[in-house]
T-cell receptor, first 114, second 115 residues
C-alpha cells in the first residue's frame, strides 16, 4: 500500500458529463501529481501541485482542471467528457515535489465514458 | 523535449534466468532516471532511481539498473527471475531544470517469467 488514496476506483459516465476524481496524498507529502494512462497514449503527465499551488502543467486538456486544497488532498475535474477520455487516472504524491525524488502512486480511478 | 524509449513491448524469460529490460533516454543535461513496476489493477510502484554517483543502482526486490551515459541507457536487471516478477515495467526520466523536471515515462515493457 503506497499510502495514496484515490476515489472512486471505478466510474462510468455518459458523454458530455462532468466528473470529479479525488486523491489523498501520503501523510506528510506536499506535492500531488495527476497522470492519465491509456492504451494509445501511454502514461501522460497532466498537472502537479505543491502545497496548494500549481507547479507544473503537462498535457492537460482545457476541459480538465485540478486543485489542491489546504488539507493537501487534490481533485481532478473532467468536464464535457468524450469517449476518448476513457482511461486510468493516477494520482501520485511526493514529499517536496523535486525532480530527484520518487513519487508514490495510488491505485487509480478507471473512468469509462459511454 | 525529453523522451524515453523501451524498445521491447514484451520480454519473456524462464524462472531462475537473468532478466534485462531495456531503456534509453533523451534529455538535456544530466538526467534523473527511475524504474517503476505496475501489477494488474494496481498503481505504479517505485523500484529504483539514479540521481548521481555509482552507475550501478540497487533497488527493491533484487532489481538493479546500470546507468550508461555514453549510450544514454538505463537497463533494468535481475540475476535470477521469479514468476512473481511478471508485471509491466516503466522507465522514466526527468531533467534538472525548468519544465524538464517533470517525469516522462516510456511506453512500458511487459515482463513474463515462465515457470
Amino acid at each position: 500500500d503506497s499510502g495514496v488514496t484515490q476515489t472512486p476506483k471505478h466510474l462510468i459516465t455518459a458523454t458530455g458529463q462532468r466528473v470529479t476524481l479525488r486523491c489523498s496524498p501520503r501523510s506528510g507529502d506536499l506535492s500531488v501529481y495527476w497522470y492519465q494512462q491509456s492504451l494509445d497514449q501511454g502514461l501522460q503527465f497532466l498537472i502537479q501541485y505543491y502545497n496548494g499551488e500549481e507547479r507544473a502543467k503537462g498535457n492537460i486538456l482545457e476541459r480538465f482542471s485540478a486543485q489542491q486544497f489546504p488539507d493537501l488532498h487534490s481533485e481532478l475535474n473532467l468536464s464535457s467528457l468524450e469517449l476518448g477520455d476513457s482511461a486510468l487516472y493516477f494520482c501520485a504524491s511526493s514529499l517536496e515535489g523535486e525532480a530527484n525524488t520518487e513519487a508514490f502512486f495510488g491505485q487509480g480511478t478507471r473512468l469509462t465514458v459511454v | 523535449a525529453q523522451s524515453v524509449a523501451q524498445p521491447e513491448d514484451q520480454v519473456n524469460v524462464a524462472e531462475g534466468n537473468p532478466l534485462t529490460v531495456k531503456c534509453t533516454y533523451s534529455v538535456s543535461g544530466n538526467p534523473y532516471l527511475f524504474w517503476y513496476v505496475q501489477y494488474p489493477n494496481r498503481g505504479l510502484q517505485f523500484l529504483l532511481k539514479y540521481i548521481t554517483g555509482d552507475n550501478l543502482v540497487k533497488g527493491s526486490y533484487g532489481f538493479e539498473a546500470e546507468f550508461n551515459k555514453s549510450q544514454t541507457s538505463f537497463h533494468l536487471k535481475k540475476p535470477s527471475a521469479l514468476v512473481s516478477d511478471s508485471a509491466l515495467y516503466f522507465c522514466a526520466v526527468s531533467g534538472r531544470r525548468g519544465s524538464a523536471r517533470q517525469l516522462t515515462f516510456g511506453s512500458g515493457t511487459q515482463l513474463t517469467v515462465l515457470p
